[in-house]
């Protein structure tokens, strides 16, 4: 047996004992905490407005005061800094509400500051995205808009895959820290044509599609 042989003939056990050993302390370990669950601010289609969140652009318009105006990109962390003011929070509020904080912030430097701020390129906070998971043939996290429908949010994902029981599909939805599901006919709305199928979505809502059986 030569050098080559000899190691194979050591290692192979040693990689074993390596898995197993692996596999009972990832068993043994503590479960880590449930992510945090942040419910949707919009709760009733009627009522939906567009929040800030991290990677949105906003052009912030400071009137008289151009030299304090600009564009500027929503850091991760769900802050700006402008050349008066740094860290300002912004994730999670309105253009009109993030304008009216910006005015009071800028009120110690400004007399009676009037402040507009417009959004390009819409992302969101996550909070506010409509995630597709399981058997859609592109599940991804998508922008909520206005009056979106589970029709749009089913073209948004290419549909359903040849495996996916979509009849069976569910909607988790938080409202006011409660964790909410509801059932989903996509099989009866795609390939029937059961309008009844079609549901109002709300920002935040989770849908999962399972693997059919056969």
Do not use: H
């Amino acid at each position: 047996m030569n050098s080559q042989q000899n190691w194979a003939f050591v290692a192979r056990p040693l990689v074993s004992l390596v898995t197993i050993s692996l596999l009972a302390s990832c068993s043994s370990l503590p479960p880590l905490p449930a992510a945090s669950s942040y419910p949707s601010l919009t709760q009733n289609v009627d009522d939906y407005k567009y929040l800030i969140g991290p990677g949105d652009s906003l052009n912030i318009f400071v009137w008289r005061n151009p030299e304090i105006s600009g564009s500027f990109t929503v850091r991760p962390d769900g802050m700006i800094t402008t050349s008066l003011v740094e860290d300002i929070p912004v994730s999670g509020r309105t253009p009109t509400q993030l304008a009216r904080d910006i005015e009071a912030e800028l009120g110690t430097y400004l007399r009676d500051p009037i402040v507009t701020v417009t959004v390009n390129g819409f992302i969101g906070p996550f909070s506010e995205q409509v995630r597709v998971i399981g058997e859609a043939s592109e599940p991804k996290a998508i922008n909520y808009r206005e009056n979106m429908t589970l029709l749009d949010v089913m073209i948004e994902v290419g549909g359903l895959t040849d495996f996916a029981d979509g009849d069976d599909a569910r909607l988790i939805r938080i409202v006011a820290d409660t964790q909410q599901e509801y059932g989903l006919q996509i099989d009866s709305l795609l390939r029937d044509g059961e309008i009844r199928g079609n549901v109002d979505i709300l920002p935040g809502d989770i849908i999962i599609i399972p693997e059919s059986w056969f």
